[in-house]
């Protein structure tokens, strides 16, 4: 017996019920990103391994899917190579390119390559897949899509309120209520100054990235094994565990960080964004939350992340502001600032909640059943006609039993079913089925059309 065929873990099929969901998603954001001025553009699935490496942190490379060279790819590997176990060297001689972890590296890519080809400051959006070597878990895969929108050659904190916004409409759009919440990196940088810990800028903001996942107790042990003094680690508490409001926390900080250049930067940023904020109709909540550290290397500035308040499950948007990035591809002096949307995760949330639109899930809309090549040549004109018409509209392939093509248009949960036989055609009309009720009326085509409009 054949062994039944499968696919990798962390990965998914979709079928054509769950693709309309997806769809549905993709439209729904594509729209907003439409009526604030982003224009689609898209880049290859895989990217030279020069162009992705060092971009994420020591723990995002990791993460990311390495391609063999094509053909012989243990040519250049050579005896002492394979003695000395060092994957970093021997990577260089087999691998040259890697599937893309997100779409903003790629992006910074993009906009160096065709600098001479675009106006600044430039808006693109971008939905397409990316992968991560992650372990498989609710929420998380190892291929999923993102959709992206940022800003390149801008440094106004209005393009970070303008992606504000447009978390507050899509979610709106969904029905999904949501915490949007920001921080600045620059004052994460402040407080590694104030506690006397500025070269453990990264990993005290990748340990306290995890604060809501593994607890206070955990982080404070992993920023010891990272070489952080009890001194230190209890100079952090007071952020760490800080309450109140917004513009309290902002106080708090700026006392914090008053001797820190760097903090003072963050504070500035920070109340010029909710100075900003203030003067929009945001409807969801907007939190300044300073455990928010977001793990990749390349934010600079503002950063956020969106988690839905009536499901347990991970972030849901995430994005912030890099100022280096393109520097990296020779090209200095571009501040760029992104969002990327968590489709699969958005997906999960909109199943969980049962947020699907009836209009979502539409498919075909009519269904001509077939009873024999008179019928069909009489059927295929009206077929085409209704298409036109812009109604989705089937017609069996096949003159098989009554009782089959029902039973179709049923597990197909069709909602008209037209049925034209010999009486039909003799009166130049079709006999349209609700599939709901039951109820039968014989219509003109053009009687048809009008119904669906």
């Known amino acids: 017996m054949a062994t039944k065929p499968s696919i990798p873990k962390g990965t998914r099929d979709f079928l054509p019920e769950e693709m309309e969901k997806r769809n549905y998603i993709f439209n729904t954001i594509k729209s907003v990103y439409a009526q604030y001025g982003f224009r689609p553009i898209e880049t290859p699935a895989m990217e030279n391994l020069s162009t992705l490496m060092g971009k994420y942190g020591e723990e995002g490379d990791k993460l990311l899917f ?9 040519h250049d590997v050579t005896d002492e190579d394979w003695r000395e176990h060092n994957s970093n060297k021997m990577l260089k001689k087999l691998s040259e390119k890697g ?10 890519r993009f906009v ?3 600098r001479d080809q675009i106006k600044f400051p430039f808006k693109r959006y971008q939905i397409q897949p990316v992968w991560r070597a992650d372990r498989p878990q609710k929420g998380r895969y190892r291929e999923f899509y993102q959709c992206d929108a940022d800003v390149v050659g801008s440094d106004s904190l209005v393009n970070e309120l303008e992606l504000i916004e447009i978390i507050d409409t899509v979610f709106s759009k969904f029905g999904i209520r949501v915490a949007v919440k920001i921080n600045n990196r620059k004052v994460l940088a402040g407080i590694a100054d104030m506690i006397g810990a500025p070269d453990k800028i990264v990993d005290i903001t990748v340990a306290i990235d995890k604060l809501d996942k593994i607890g206070l ?4 042990a992993e920023l010891l094994g990272k070489g952080l003094d009890d001194r230190q680690v209890a100079a952090l508490q007071p952020v760490l565990l800080m309450q109140g409001g917004n513009r309290e926390k902002l106080a708090a900080l700026s006392q914090i960080l008053q001797a820190s250049e760097m903090g003072v930067k963050g504070v500035a940023e920070l109340t010029e964004l909710l100075d900003l904020l203030d003067g929009a109709e945001i409807r969801n909540t907007v939190e300044l939350d ?7 290397n390349y934010y600079t500035g503002t950063i956020l992340e969106v988690k839905a308040l ?6 849901i948007t995430g994005g912030g502001r890099y100022d280096n990035l393109t520097g990296i591809f020779g090209m200095e002096g571009v501040s760029g600032v992104g969002i990327s949307f968590g489709a699969d995760r958005i997906y999960d949330v909109l199943n969980q909640l049962d947020l699907y639109p009836k209009s979502a899930a539409m498919g075909t809309q009519i269904i001509f059943l077939n009873f024999g090549p008179a019928e069909l040549r009489y059927l295929l004109p009206l077929v085409r006609r209704v298409r036109e018409a812009g109604i989705a509209a089937e017609i069996y392939p096949d003159a098989v039993k009554f009782k089959k093509q029902m039973g179709y248009a049923n597990d197909r949960q069709i909602p008209y079913v037209a ?8 009166k130049g009309v079709v006999m349209l089925k609700d599939m709901a009720t039951g109820e039968q009326n014989p219509l003109t085509i053009d009687q ?5 409009h």
């Open 66 to 74: 390495k391609i063999l060279n094509s053909g012989d790819y243990l």
């Open 99 to 108: 599937l893309r972890y997100d779409l903003t590296v790629p992006f910074a």
């Open 112 to 114: 160096v390559q065709y």
């Open 217 to 220: 107790e955990a982080v404070n």
């Open 290 to 296: 300073l455990t928010l550290a977001r793990g990749l």
């Open 310 to 315: 009536d499901v347990q499950i991970g972030s």
């Open 419 to 426: 049925i034209v036989g010999e009486d039909e055609m003799a």
């Open 448 to 452: 048809l059309i009008a119904k669906f």
